[in-house]
DNA sequence: AGATCTATTTTTGTTAACCATATTAGTTAG
DNA sequence: CTAACTAATATGGTTAACAAAAATAGATCT
């Protein structure tokens, strides 16, 4: 995620383009990802195979190799003889990812401590700055944007190649709901100070009070999130 | 994992079967799960498309599918232009999975001493006594089999099914090396002592206690799964 | 009108044939 | 023996076709 070397995003695909070395099953799926993250495709929407194929200029053999991958992940739901449909997670369900990520970055923050340079604390710490700025500016979608850079470094502070992997998948399926989290002010503020005691614990190297500090943190955002979406 | 109808397996498929209702991708993948798990199918081996289309009575498309599906899965690596072979992954890899599953078992029991009913743990201590049983006559595939069915158990019992279905993923990944991990004697009486205080723990629904139990078991377990492999 | 049954159309699941390209094996030349 | 070249093979991808299931529209009945 951190390379975006997307290629051709849909629809600017040419016929003379040299196909790029990557497999299209997989440029496929990228696409798809992207457009469901952006929200281009909303939860619970059908995905016509044939109508998405002139979409991307593609046969229908990549794009239901890329449905299985999706659906592996678990953004994309599979019915059989029903056809694709975006994930559409029910609040239950996105509580139980909240959990789920909130043990693994736990996880993260006490084996960074062990390993994490002085830089690459550094670096969070400037990311951190960045993010505070953008809060005072009330610009939302760059805080966002940040927030969630940090707490993908922290995890990948960790080194944990596996931990990584599997937090990148989990933290995929709710993105949206991560974002509506911090809509109101006060919660907002209380992330703030939340991420910067995150900071302090990372500094001094305090797995275990980092480990603490973002299980909390998670569980704060899993509550709002879950007051966000059950109000709408 | 629990339901094992897993339908024609591989070899018996005959021309006149009414084919099931279920997709041939998802049962190809299920014929391809087993096979990989069975050792049928050997860590870093190669699995040519056409011979296992043969073997298995469909076309390339759905299995195509499958293999996708299981790469996405992390069983299976996919290599452009060179084919798929059985992951076959690194002791760091295995030594990172089993930190991963250590924390997921602790959230679990975190969670399940909540929530698990008097008859699920009653149920738990008799797979435990099973198991014991069958330390005592040496019975090691028998005992490798409760241990870990009580390991899904409690999670299971976390009632989180995103946890559940995370949990069986990594799992599946290092099957085989969890198997080997209890070879010893010294280990596996550590293992039975281990799993008698975690069932400890889940009766007295002391959450913490089980947590710290089941991390560390699953640290000593990592530990001894890593002396096995390097000493080979 | 509203509900139910039926026929038509659409979509999905699957196979097969085909081609381009990358990889691998095999062979020959140096 | 190694290196370069060639042939055989396997993969990635497209298209056509078809059965079966589902969605849709249409007709019928109450």
């Known amino acids: 995620m951190s390379d975006d070397a997307h290629g051709s995003p ?6 003379g383009t040299p196909r790029s070395r990557r497999p299209l099953h997989a440029e496929a799926a990228g696409w798809l990802r992207d457009m469901i993250i952006e929200g281009e495709l909303l939860p619970g929407e059908r995905i016509p195979e044939q ?20 659906a592996a992940e678990g953004l994309v739901l599979l019915q059989p003889n029903r056809g694709a449909t975006v994930a559409n997670p029910s609040a239950e369900e996105v509580d139980q990812t909240f959990h789920v990520i909130g043990a693994m970055e736990a996880l993260a923050g006490e084996l960074a401590c062990h390993r994490v340079s002085a830089s690459d604390v550094a670096e969070i710490r400037v990311l ?13 979608p760059e805080y966002f944007k940040l927030n969630q850079q940090i707490h993908e470094r922290i995890v990948e502070a960790s080194g944990n ?8 998948r989990l933290v995929g399926r709710i993105r949206r709901h991560r974002y509506i ?24 190297r305090d797995g ?20 966000a979406t059950t109000a709408d």
């Open 161 to 168: 190649t596996v931990l990584v992997e599997t937090y990148r």
């Open 10 to 15: 849909a629809a600017l695909r040419e016929a």
């Open 181 to 204: 989290a911090n809509l109101t002010t006060q919660r907002w503020d209380q992330a703030i100070r939340e991420h910067e005691e995150m900071l302090e614990a990372l500094e001094a």
């Open 208 to 227: 275990a009070r980092l480990a603490a500090t973002l299980r909390r943190h998670l569980d704060n955002k899993r509550t709002a999130a879950r007051a």
């Open 128 to 140: 951190h700055y960045q993010m505070v700025l953008h809060r005072t500016r009330q610009e939302l």
């Open 51 to 70: 109508a998405l194929c002139d979409r991307l200029g593609i046969s229908r053999t990549p794009l239901r190799e890329a449905l299985k991958m999706l």
